[in-house]
């Protein structure tokens, strides 16, 4: 699984709607009784059974939706000079429509950017730089953001992408549980907790016949701060789409500006 931006940290969220971990054990305090005795110690290597049927289940339906979109806020935090731990806040909208088309526009304090894909090009435009490029894509959405995954591109949710296409969240998990039950935005979801080789991350589920991931929390360890990556998604499974959401015409004065060169200021970016 793939963190979304932070300095020093890029969590793959292949492993949990965003996630990554670390190794021996970790204790938690669950708010209920029943809780706290599952949820002291994550051990190495095992998954809950509880825990993996809830990602089980979050996986088929998300892996069944042909359209939706996403609604995220999200803050993260940067770790500066003499340990001042500073949040950096984002909103990014994501709109799919399988199997091939794909459209992000974000908007937050470190950079704003817009991703488009068609089917047959992506495009990503950068307004601050007043730049874009556009490359030839994959066929299908699930090519793609593998392919964007490699190349280090980054894009909130790209890591719910992935697992809605052909991830698996677990592949680097070490140690996870079912926590218990807990209410986001009026919500009843259910509350995992994992950990990876340097991360612990958290996942929160809808309960009943819509499993969708609701809320994550990532912390990167052995940093100074322990910074963490937080974001709440709202959820929409019948958006509107226009003739327009998936084409990108440059605005006056944008300049276009070869991919490698967007690539590497995502990763370089702070």
Known sequence: MKLPNTKNARLLLSAAILLAWTASTWAQEAAAPAASEDAAVISAQVVSPEAQAVLDR???????????????HASRDEVVAL???????????????????LRADIAGDIRNRTFVYDGTQLIMYSPD?????????????????GILLDIGVEMPMIDVLYQATAG??????RG????????????????????Q?????????????RPLPRKVLITTRYEVGDPQYQAILHWNLKPKIHSSTFQFAPPKGATEIPLEAVASAENGAP
Not at 88 to 96: D, H, Q
Not at 168 to 173: C, E, F, H, S
Not at 197 to 209: F, K, R, S
């Open 83 to 101: 340990g001042y731990k500073l949040q950096k806040n984002e909103r990014s909208v994501i709109v799919v429509q399988r199997p091939n088309k």
């Open 129 to 145: 730089d007043a730049v874009f490029a556009r490359a030839d894509a994959a066929d299908t959405l699930a090519d793609l953001v």
């Open 176 to 195: 996870g549980i079912l926590v218990g039950e807990s209410t986001i935005d009026g919500v009843v979801s259910d509350h995992l907790a994992f950990r």
């Open 197 to 209: 080789a340097n991360i612990d991350w958290q996942l929160w589920v809808e309960q009943g016949d």
């Open 58 to 72: 979050m996986t088929s339906y998300l892996r069944g939706l042909q359209t939706f979109s996403i609604e995220t």
């Open 168 to 173: 698996t969240l677990t592949g680097n998990v």
